[in-house]
């Protein structure tokens, strides 16, 4: 099974990381990308059958994981 990072926007879903567990430079390079989003302020969710859970530490089972742009106020 793939396993996907994608970043949630209004023109769509766009792939920023795959990997096959069991691939360890696949799964790097993913735990990387999630981790210098969230050290940037993104959020990270992943659908369930209930909505959408918040992801705060990188899990290489989930099927899906979405980065949202932090939201600036005014």
């Known amino acids: 099974m793939t396993h996907k990072i994608k970043i949630f926007s209004a023109r769509g879903d766009t792939i920023v ?38 992801v705060e530490k990188f899990d290489l089972g989930l099927e899906e994981t979405f980065l949202l742009r932090p939201i600036a106020g005014g």
């Open 17 to 54: 990381a795959e990997w096959e567990v069991g691939d360890e430079k696949q799964v790097e390079v993913a735990h990387g990308l999630f981790d210098q989003a969230i050290s940037e302020g993104w959020a990270a969710v992943t659908p369930t059958a209930e909505g959408a859970k918040a």
